[in-house]
């Protein structure tokens, strides 16, 4: 074990102050005279993306050749935590060959709004989703002593003003949907480092924010290693320091290590939190460079793992029969993106690949398949000439494929989309061809939800997402059953962008964008509103079929510190091997507070041959059930009762099963002359005292009022009337002495006591 805390202390000034921002765009300086390394932090993160020279954070300049993995939007369609840990052991074994300390990964946002220009990084609407998966990305990658630097800490859901925007909501929706994903991460599988956002929440940087960095992330969930700055995210360095942001990336030449030092000099910075900060530093420093392993890895094996990976990533969202496709069939490729396929998204996350062969390169090595280019892969624009070659090819085949999607142009890091569609181009040509041909697929190529209005012609829709490099041979293994789709929805594909819960606050002025709606974000907000969706949270079909049976729970009720096992059988029913994805949502029926209609918090993957059954188990503890109460300050989950549902998306619930609950947290309640008899006749501790008070003055029928007094005010507006009034009302409509109401109210707050 290293002494940290003794090479800190021969440490000068200067030399602390230093280690607290980096060398240069990517490396952190090093101390030769006490043996402290450089060592280097890499984008992330689907990829390496490790740059020698003339570093940038935007992905203008080259960096060395790299295998290009499916992007977040892809992976996080695995529903499959298996998956995500090998990626991270590839890239964990690609960071050690290299020499990259730290990979700059995984990004966890909330996909709060199609738009956002990132959410091809980004893993779900769903932030238990978001959170088990990249737990597993990290600990594949973690094993490797490579830290990753989850990102981007926190509620930076749009690239709209992302430098200095503030996303603004309340605390309940904060800890739920915006902190969740990064809470089950750094709790299951402690990432060395975390990477602040550059955006304020609720008004502060979150380069500076104590609450963020210090109070939740360190405090509460006890992250123990050290909080970089996205690049250029630092807004007042010192104030950064004492909050909680240890490392500035990159570094701009000296000039803030030079306001720390002159801070601790002239007394405004004690000089133990920098001491602090260089501690936690260091510490993963050494982590890495303590247990270089001697890596080499073989690009082409890499390669082939991203085909792997993309296989049981690739969404069936639609299948009229159509699929999979037989070679002897008379099979036509349309779109520019069979033979160039998107495969990753712009910006710093941007990977110079080896190789990325296309469907088409892929199909026509197999067997015969016919090609019209129809319309380019890189912009918007018919050409009438393509068009009328594309409709003829589509005519004179069997099935015609058509590669659509979203061109780089449309979705990257640095701006958000302004609408949910494709090029018209592509809409335009899959009508003209739906005349000639009735037999049409529909491969997709998006980082994020689009609009499909030609959806319900078409036969089939393949959805590949941004794959990675090996979306090509991926997407002809699974258009030919070779490989069985088995990738699910990790977010709703709206029917039109209207539709989406942030759309009438998306994506703010520019200074404040507000999360006005709150916790109803993604399948939380469309159930609730029972709107119709195009595919619902979760969907995804197979080559096979799945039944689901013998729900059981290992306990039918539950207390605060106890945990439930829930266990289902699931029975592949077809005659293919696939693999299901059994979801388990919960659905609060105590009313104790306005909540989704249900939501994730179990899943499973799992294979089955034909003819196979498996019992698929997913545990859950009383913060399963819980939302975050702001009163108490915790999490907290009612007394009563739970249904646990089982399904194969959020849509398709096969079984139900019912969980009762007890807690023993009590909500903080005090009563004064503003608290309402509904609030006394809710509580259980004062039910039956204040139901005894209520006898003299709840409203009985009046035999002798007139029919027009009786209709101007009916029994019920007077029943509810009185629930809603404030104990000083009964002053003013019932005549009770305001002493007589201290008395009980002394008399009710000591009842509470007991
Ligand atoms: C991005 C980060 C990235 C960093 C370094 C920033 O612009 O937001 O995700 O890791 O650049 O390239």
Redesign the pocket.
Known sequence: MRDVKALIAQMTLEEKAGMCSGKD?WRLKSVPRLGIPEVMVS??PHGL?KQDEKG????INDSIKAVCFPTASATAASFDRELLHRLGDALGQECQAENVSVL??P?INIKRSPLCG?NF?YFSEDPYLAGELSAAQIQGVQQHHVGT?V??FAA?NQEYM?LTCSSNMDERTLREIYLSAFEIAVKKAKPYTM?C??NRINGEYASENEFLLNNILREEWGFDGYVMS???AVNDRVKGLKAGLELE?PGCGGCTDEEIVQAVKNGSLEESVLDRAVERILNIVFRFADNREEQTFDREQHHHLAVELEKECAVLLKNDGILPLSRQSKIAYIGGFAQTPRFQGG???HINSTKAPGALEISQSKGEVSFALGFPHDKDEADSNLFQQAVQTAAQADIAVVFAGLPDSFES??YDRSHMEIPQCQNQLIEEILKVQLNVVVVLHNGSPIELPWADKVKGILEMYLGGQGVGEATDALLFGEANPSGHLPETFPLKLEDNPSFLNFPGDGTNVTYAEGVFVGYRYYEKKKMPVRFPFGHGLSYTTFAYSDLTLSQSSMKDADSVTVSVTVTNTGTRAGKAVVQLYIKDTTNATNRPEKELKGFEKVLLQPGESKVVSMELNSRSLSWYNESLGDWYAASGTYEILIGQSSQDIYLTGKLEFETEKELPFTITMNTTMAQLLAHPKLVQAAKEFAKDFSPTGNDNESDAAASAITAEMAQQMFLASPLRGLRSFSGVPTQKLLDKIEEFNQLLQK
């Open positions: 765009f984008d992330g993306r940038d954070h935007l992905g700059l990964g990004a990132r990084e630097s990102k981007h930076n992302r990477m956002s550059y996205d690049w250029g990336m910006g710093s996350s890091e640095g």
